[in-house]
């Protein structure tokens, strides 16, 4: 299984946060996640989102003010999302880092982390780490429901 991450680079510390947590469904479900770090110098940079956004089963888009105000965002990688989806079924999983107009981004689309009930974006747990594992759980929820997959084996 595939998956891509979308990210605006002012947010890249809240992304270098969740990867950690990340490997989890990586080992969980075999779930190869693609970002923008693995373009090598000399790539065509456009040409290499576009390719990964086509062949990613799960797409992440953690969402921000920072997201929201990208031209980049809106004009290349939110169609092509919106054409993976339609085109083959791909789970798009909205994570809302900031308060932010984010409904823009994912109108019908449930967004996370939810905290009893409610949408609650990372910046406003009070703890950290426990909207990160919240992320974490929830993300592997859905991909699980999603794809119709057993729950994760235990390694021993």
């Known amino acids: 299984m595939r998956g891509f991450i979308s990210y605006a680079h002012a947010d890249r510390a ?3 946060a969740l990867e950690p947590h990340l490997k989890a469904l990586k080992h969980a479900f075999n779930l190869q996640v693609w970002t ?8 065509r940079w456009e040409q290499r989102i576009a390719e990964a956004i086509a062949t990613a089963d799960v797409l992440v888009l953690l ?3 920072g997201f929201v105000d990208s031209d ?4 290349e990688e939110l169609p092509a999302i919106r054409q993976r989806r339609d085109r083959g079924g791909a789970l798009i999983l909205p994570v809302v880092l900031t308060r932010c107009m984010w409904w823009l981004v994912v109108k019908q689309v449930q967004a996370i982390p939810m ?3 409610a949408l609650t974006p990372l910046a406003d747990w009070r703890r950290r780490d426990h909207a990160l594992d919240a992320i974490r759980e929830q993300m592997a929820r ?8 057993p ?3 235990p390694a021993l």
Request: glycine share 6%; net charge negative.
């Open 72 to 75: 980049y965002v809106w004009d």
């Open 115 to 117: 905290r009893k009930g």
């Open 63 to 65: 969402i921000s003010p």
């Open 142 to 149: 859905s991909i699980q429901a999603h794809f119709a997959l």
């Open 36 to 43: 923008d770090h693995e373009i090598l110098a000399g790539t």
């Open 14 to 16: 809240d992304f270098l």
């Open 151 to 153: 729950a994760p084996e």
